[in-house]
C-alpha cells in the first residue's frame, strides 16, 4: 500500500476528503471525493502518480488541468475541472466532475447501439470535437488543442440534467496544443497504437485530422463492434502496419446502413489527411443529413448550447427576413443619446433590448458631415486582451477611406465589473454588433448605423478572456487603469501596422 492509499482519509488541502479509488492511468489515480465546502459535492480527484520531481510528467499532467478546464467552460460535453493545486507531499491534483455511468468502450462491448443512439452520440463527439479543434488561448494565440488520444475509453455517456444521455470527453493529458510552429522537431509518439493515425503514428506533425481518423475508428466500432483492422498480435508494430500500409476492412454489407454512411466513415480512415473530412463540423453536418434522409432523425437544436447555438427567432408578427432586418434597423434608428451621457466625441457600449432579445452596440457622436462621409467607409475590428494587472479588453472599431484616412474608436471593457463581463458575453454569443452613429449638436436621435462581424475566432477568444478573468484575483481596482494604459500604449503601436492593412485592402470588412 502506498503512502497514498494509507492516507486517503486525510483531507487534501484541508478541503477533499478521499474515499475511494474510481480509476487509475499511466500519470496517476482518480478518487471519488467529498467536497467539504460544497452541498453534495461529490467530485472526482486525479492525483499524479510521483511527487514534483519530474518535470516533464508534471508539465503534462498541468496541461492536463489547463485545457480541460477551458475547454469545459465552452461545451458541456468536455469534462469540467474545476481547481487544481499541490498537496502537502508536493504531488500536484486536479479536481473534477465526478461522472456516473459507463464508458463507450463498456457500452460498445455490452449493450446493442441503436441507429438513433449512434447519431446521437457521434454528433455530441463532433461539437466537442469542434470546440477542441476552435483552439484555446495558449501564449497569447487562438491555439487549436488535438486531443491526440481519443477512443472509446476516454468518451463517457452519463445521464443529462433533462434525463438524456449526454457525452463526456476526457483524459486531455496527451493533447497537443497546435501553434503553427513550421519548425518543430519530428513529434515523438504519444497515444494508443489501435486508435492512431498513420501521421501520429510515423512522428509527423499531426493537425485536427488526426483525431478525425481515430473518430473514424470509433464509427466504426459502434457499428460493427469490431476495428477496422485485425492485425495477428496486439503489438504497436502490427498496429504500425496496419494503420500506415493497410486499407481498413469494409463495413460489412450485411450491415443495414445507408451507403452515405458507409461512405463517410471510411472517408475518416483514409491514410492521408487531405482525404478525410477536414473537420468536425463536416462531418456533423453530413450525419445530421443521413439522418433526416434515412431515418427522419430530427437533431436537437442546442446539443452544445455553451458554444455552438441554434437559435430561432419568433415574433408575433410575421415577417420576411428583409422585413425582420428592416424592423431592427428602424428600431436602433428611434435610439436616443442617453441623458446621462455628455453631448461630444465620445464611444461606449450599450446594450439595446429588442424582442426579448439583448443586442450588443457601440455608440459614438461625430460631426453630423463626417457621419455622412463615413457611412460608406472600410469597416475594420478588432479584440485585444490584457490579463495582467487586471484583466480587461481592447475591443476596436475603426472606419477607414482614403480620403478621410482613419477614424478610431476603441471602446474599453473592464471584466471585473458587471457591465464589462455582460457586454463581453453578449459579444461572444453574437455574430455581429452594430455601431450608432449620433450628431454633434443635433437630434438626440441614432442618424445612422453600421454592422460590424464577429468571426468565430474573435467570439473564441472573448469566451477564453472571460473564462481567465474568473480565475484572477485582483486584488486593487486601481490597476484597472494600468492595464487601460497598456492596452492605449498598444493600440498606438498597431495603427501604422492597420492602417496599411487597411491601405492595401480591397474589401468592404476587415475583422483581426
Wanted: aromatic share 8%; glycine share 4%.
Amino acid at each position: 500500500m502506498n503512502s497514498r492509499e494509507s492516507s486517503a482519509e486525510n483531507l487534501l488541502v484541508q478541503r477533499y476528503q478521499l474515499l475511494e479509488i474510481v480509476g487509475s492511468g499511466a500519470m496517476g489515480k482518480v478518487y471519488r471525493a467529498k467536497d467539504k465546502t460544497a452541498r453534495q459535492g461529490t467530485v472526482a480527484i486525479k492525483i499524479l502518480a510521483k511527487a514534483l520531481d519530474d518535470m516533464k510528467m508534471i508539465d503534462r499532467f498541468q496541461q492536463e488541468a489547463t485545457i480541460s478546464a477551458l475547454l469545459s467552460e465552452m461545451s458541456p460535453h468536455i469534462v469540467k475541472v474545476s481547481d487544481y493545486g499541490v498537496d502537502h507531499n508536493k504531488v500536484p491534483f486536479y479536481v473534477m466532475e465526478l461522472l456516473e455511468g459507463e464508458n463507450l468502450a463498456d457500452i460498445i462491448e455490452f449493450h446493442p447501439i441503436s441507429l438513433q443512439k449512434f447519431f446521437d452520440f457521434t454528433r455530441q463527439i463532433c461539437f466537442a470535437l469542434e470546440t477542441a479543434h476552435n483552439g484555446i488561448i495558449f501564449q497569447g494565440k487562438v491555439c487549436p488543442v488535438i486531443h491526440r488520444d481519443l477512443k472509446p475509453t476516454n468518451i463517457f455517456v452519463i445521464d443529462g440534467e433533462d434525463g438524456k444521455e449526454q457525452i463526456k470527453i476526457l483524459d486531455f493529458g496527451i493533447a497537443k496544443v497546435s501553434q503553427d510552429d513550421q519548425n518543430q522537431a519530428q513529434e515523438e509518439f504519444v497515444g494508443t497504437p489501435r486508435y492512431a493515425s498513420p501521421e501520429q503514428l510515423q512522428g509527423h506533425d499531426i493537425d485536427n485530422r488526426a483525431d478525425i481518423y481515430s473518430f473514424g475508428i470509433i464509427m466504426y466500432e459502434m457499428l460493427t463492434k469490431r476495428l477496422p483492422w485485425q492485425p495477428e498480435h496486439n503489438s504497436v508494430g502490427e498496429w504500425y502496419k496496419a494503420h500506415v500500409e493497410i486499407p481498413a476492412d469494409d463495413i460489412p454489407p450485411t450491415l443495414d446502413i445507408p451507403p452515405e454512411l458507409r461512405e463517410l466513415i471510411m472517408q475518416c480512415l483514409e491514410k492521408n489527411p487531405q482525404d478525410r473530412p477536414q473537420n468536425a463540423g463536416e462531418i456533423r453536418q453530413k450525419l445530421d443529413f443521413i439522418g433526416r434522409k434515412f431515418f427522419n432523425f430530427s437533431p436537437a437544436l442546442e446539443s452544445n448550447s455553451q458554444d455552438n447555438k441554434t437559435t430561432y427567432l419568433f415574433s408575433n408578427h410575421p415577417h420576411s427576413p428583409n422585413e425582420q432586418k428592416e424592423d431592427l434597423r428602424t428600431f436602433l434608428l428611434n435610439t436616443k443619446w442617453p441623458v446621462s451621457k455628455p453631448q461630444q466625441k465620445i464611444v461606449f457600449p450599450r446594450v439595446v433590448k429588442y424582442e426579448n432579445k439583448q443586442i450588443p452596440t457601440l455608440c459614438t457622436m461625430l460631426d453630423g458631415e463626417d457621419i455622412e462621409q463615413r457611412m460608406g467607409n472600410v469597416r475594420y475590428n478588432q479584440f485585444i486582451f490584457q490579463s495582467y494587472p487586471h484583466p480587461m479588453i481592447l475591443w476596436l472599431t475603426a472606419l477607414y477611406s482614403e480620403e478621410l484616412g482613419a477614424r478610431w474608436l476603441p471602446c474599453y471593457l473592464d471584466l471585473k465589473t458587471n457591465m464589462g463581463r455582460q457586454i463581453a458575453s453578449l459579444l461572444s454569443d453574437s455574430t455581429k454588433y452594430h455601431l450608432l452613429f449620433f450628431a454633434l449638436n443635433q437630434s438626440n436621435e441614432c442618424q445612422g448605423i453600421l454592422s460590424y462581424k464577429i468571426l468565430l475566432k474573435q467570439r473564441t477568444n472573448l469566451k477564453q478572456w472571460l473564462s481567465v478573468s474568473q480565475m484572477l484575483d485582483v486584488k486593487d481596482q486601481r490597476q484597472a487603469m494600468s492595464s487601460k494604459k497598456k492596452l492605449q500604449r498598444d493600440l498606438e503601436g498597431l495603427k501604422i501596422h492597420i492602417l496599411q492593412e487597411l491601405e492595401n485592402n480591397t474589401d468592404e470588412e476587415i475583422n483581426a
